[in-house]
């Protein structure tokens, strides 16, 4: 999705807003609807193209009080607009678990990928993604830099994750497809559902034999601690253990790349923001946060009410679905100051990029290493970068990606 920022003069009128079409987000931008929400009708409610209802928070104090209330609103019916008639996941896998089960499973895992374990892998980190990107900063010259950032999250926790070097190249391929199956670009059949159906298989069939070398050798990756947690007194069945490795892969492969791409866009975009970065590379940290603000992964999160509840002064009663929309949220006026602007060096910066409450992305500490890396290399090793021809952006309301971004990094 494009970043073009609102014309406060000219709101959107509500008749024209449409959340829901994943056309708009691979053609044009959202940002100026969500600006004329937040300011004119907050919690908004609108179909999907299936007939189901949703209600739309916008801005960052709802959005923030839904995702931190995982007692009265459910993660467990399904989390994305894609599934708003339920996700048959719904309760096995970690991000679709209310607790205590959620808890079940995420403790256990989450010590894979705390920021200490990550912080002791940088230089391992660092040495995935030279692998990568080593041609492109050494050499400079002219690169898709939306292809090369699909490398970024196994080169972060590909091992963690238990996935064999030999297929981290097409796991981007087939997980991108599976999130956004009618996008052209990742389309591996003549229709979504063949695209679906073949990510699917490819992903299911790679974890499948994981899962039987780890039943008779743990490895002390995911798939070992999956199969070896304690889930409410039991162990997880293989299907869970599939659900879950499908879950946690399709979590990291899907939006971090994206970060990334959003990143370099607004470099080339804002020159003054690189130059202020190239200056004091100490930065680097600060930047991370602004990128995973200003790109925003997951445009939206969804949730289903478990109780009559009021948002935002609306009353919604029990079995609403509500999407909590964090592009929206992490553009709020009332938080960012100037909110449509790169700024390196951003100080009050209580983004929710990576989630917020019981649901945090679990490996947002695995995402914000790699990122501060992959910042670092190429901020040593470029010295402008250049937009090249148009940027193809991913048509999905979920997932905010870039599909083909060519650039030129010149000394």
Not at 62 to 90: K, N, W
Not at 279 to 304: F, G, I, K
């Amino acid at each position: 999705m494009r970043m073009a920022a609102p014309d406060p003069r000219h709101p959107v009128p509500l008749t024209e807003i449409d959340l829901f079409d994943p056309e708009r987000y691979g053609t044009g931008s959202q940002h100026p609807a969500w600006h004329t929400l937040r300011r004119e009708a907050p919690m908004w409610s609108q179909e999907t193209a299936g007939g189901r209802r949703f209600w739309s928070a916008t801005r960052h104090a709802e959005v923030s009080a839904i995702l931190m209330d995982d007692r009265r609103f459910s993660s467990e019916y399904g989390t994305i607009l894609a599934v708003a008639g339920g996700d048959s996941a719904g309760g096995k896998t970690i991000n679709l678990m209310d607790q205590p089960r959620h808890a079940d499973v995420r403790l256990p895992t989450m010590r894979l990928m705390s920021t200490h374990v990550m912080r002791q892998n940088t230089e391992e980190i660092r040495a995935n993604i030279r692998d990568v990107w080593g041609p492109a900063l050494d050499e400079g010259g002219e690169w898709d830099v939306a292809q090369l950032a699909l490398s970024l999250p196994t080169a972060a926790i590909g091992t963690v994750l238990g996935i064999p070097r030999d297929v981290w190249a097409d796991l981007p391929r087939w997980t991108m497809a599976g999130v956004a199956p009618g996008d052209p670009h990742y389309a591996l059949g003549s229709t979504e559902t063949e695209t679906l159906k073949k990510a699917h298989y490819e992903l299911f069939a790679l974890f499948s034999d994981l899962i039987r070398v780890r039943r008779r050798r743990r490895s002390g990756d995911l798939i070992s601690t999956l199969l070896d947690l304690d889930f409410g007194g039991r162990r997880l069945d293989d299907h869970e253990v599939l659900l879950n490795c499908y879950s946690f892969t399709m979590g990291a492969v899907t939006t971090t790349p994206h970060v990334a791409s959003h990143w370099l866009l607004a470099m080339a975009e804002q020159p003054e923001a690189w130059r202020r970065l190239r200056q004091d590379p100490a930065l680097v940290p600060a930047a991370v946060e602004e990128a995973l603000r200003w790109a925003s992964p997951t445009n939206h999160l969804m949730r289903r009410t478990r109780v009559p509840v009021t948002v935002g002064g609306v009353d919604l009663a029990e079995g609403e679905l509500v999407c909590a929309w964090v592009a929206s949220a992490n553009r709020d006026e009332a938080v960012f100051d100037d909110p449509y602007r790169f700024d390196p060096a951003r100080e009050l910066n209580p983004h929710v990029g990576l989630g917020i409450g019981a649901h945090r992305c679990i490996g947002g500490p695995a995402a914000q290493v790699a990122l501060g890396v992959f910042m670092t290399e190429v901020v040593g090793a470029v010295g402008q970068i250049e937009l090249i021809g148009d940027v193809g952006h991913l048509f999905s309301n979920f997932i905010n990606g870039i599909t083909h971004m060519q650039v030129g990094f010149h000394r």
